[in-house]
């Protein structure tokens, strides 16, 4: 039995890189695995995946950025689960561009991706984690908050730094019903990352040049298993931080 048999972590974005990654390690633990997002097929890619590590794991599609259909999604995870112990926040629409000329519809989605999502899924989860003796959630942030020069990243950095002071203070609020809250700010090889590093091969040179690790995280054994100590019991006085899985690149002060 893994450390995680009986817990079920719902794992948003989980069709693919990252999300997939975190599943993937919570699974080998032992965790039933809600899988969330927009695209069945990838849903249904990541259960059986899932399925193979000897767990049981359902999709459930939801485009997050229609933040009024969570509550819903949350219900049905628990009416078809049997609880929730363990939510991941992943699943996010990216803004990228200088302020002058950055697209008010991508700002918005960046927005509603970003902190309204999480806060809902949030609201959502917390009376079944309250049900079930306390619970996890693991926010997903960036580096980007803290670049030095953050040109073209501004809106999402700020996005994230919602997310990354949502995460603090239910961290704070719900400390009492059993809860931590903790965000991770990840470098991994993800589909969007790989297409990124493929375009611009010596922008790409230079980001893994500044990363002392010398590397690129891996979905899983990177980023994954950080995730899985995150929620385990050996972590269980830590909460309301903010970690960096970047190999030593950010400097969070």
């Given amino acids: 039995m893994g450390s995680l048999t009986g817990q ?27 899988v969330v997002g927009r695209t069945a097929a990838k849903l249904e890619t990541t259960c059986a995946l899932l399925r193979e590590r000897g767990v049981k794991a359902e999709p459930f599609v939801c485009d997050i950025v229609e933040t009024g259909t969570i509550p819903a999604t949350v219900a049905e995870v628990v009416a078809t689960m049997g609880g929730v112990d363990i939510l991941v926040n992943n699943a996010y629409s990216g803004a990228y561009g200088p302020l002058l000329t950055i697209d008010d ?46 040109t073209t990243y501004g809106v999402y950095a700020a996005a994230k730094q919602a997310v990354r002071s949502l995460t603090r203070t239910a961290a704070v609020e719900w400390a009492r019903d059993g809860i931590r809250a903790n965000s991770i700010a990840p470098h991994a090889l993800s589909p969007g990352l790989k297409r990124w590093t493929e375009t611009n091969p010596e922008e790409a040179a230079e980001f893994v040049a500044a990363i002392p690790a010398g590397r690129i995280g891996d979905c899983e ?6 995730v899985v100590a995150l929620v385990s019991s050996d972590l269980r006085y830590l909460t309301g931080a903010t970690i960096p899985l970047d190999g030593g690149q950010a400097f969070f002060g």
Avoid: Y
Avoid at 109 to 129: D, N
């Fill in 8 to 34: 079920v972590a719902l794992v948003t974005g989980a069709g693919q890189g990252v999300g997939q990654g975190i599943a993937l390690a919570l699974a080998t633990e032992g965790a039933d695995i809600a």
């Fill in 105 to 150: 519809d991508a700002v918005e989605r960046s927005f509603a991706s970003g902190p309204f999502a999480t806060l809902a899924f949030m609201k959502a989860c917390h009376p079944h984690f309250v049900a079930r003796g306390g619970g996890h959630i693991v926010n997903l942030v960036t580096s980007a908050m803290v670049r030095w020069d953050p």
């Fill in 221 to 226: 054994d990177d980023i994954g298993r950080a």
